[in-house]
Nanobody
């Protein structure tokens, strides 16, 4: 049974930091590129960050470059998103996804974790 379980979301003040985690099980984690998406109600889900299977390549949405860092641990079957200097416009539900093709639509999705940036 494939599972992607996100954690680490919450309420943070502008300028603060959060670290999201996504624990994977039920598939060969190291064979999949991993991605973080986010979605605001009423808007399309957007790709925030991507990391290749071995972690050697990463990509970011322009608005989060220099503030967010995606990483993965293939021994722990976990992908992370370190979010620094958070802004109110980062408020969204964040989803992790696994895809066999880098930056492609996910084959597997997590249930999402809410991130709210507000004073």
């Amino acid at each position: 049974q494939v599972q992607l379980v996100e954690s680490g979301g919450g309420l943070v003040q502008p300028g603060g930091s959060l670290r999201l985690s996504c624990a994977a099980s039920g598939f060969n984690f190291s064979h999949y590129s991993m991605h973080w998406y986010r979605q605001i109600p009423g808007k399309e889900r957007e790709l925030v960050a991507a990391v290749s299977r071995m972690g050697g390549t990463t990509d970011y949405k322009n608005s989060v470059k220099g503030r967010f860092t995606i990483s993965r641990d293939n021994f722990k079957n976990t992908v992370y998103l370190q979010m620094n200097s958070l802004k109110p416009e980062d408020t969204a539900v964040y989803y992790c996804s696994a895809a066999q093709i880098y930056r492609a639509a996910g084959d597997y999705w997590g249930q999402g974790t809410q991130v709210t940036v507000s004073s």
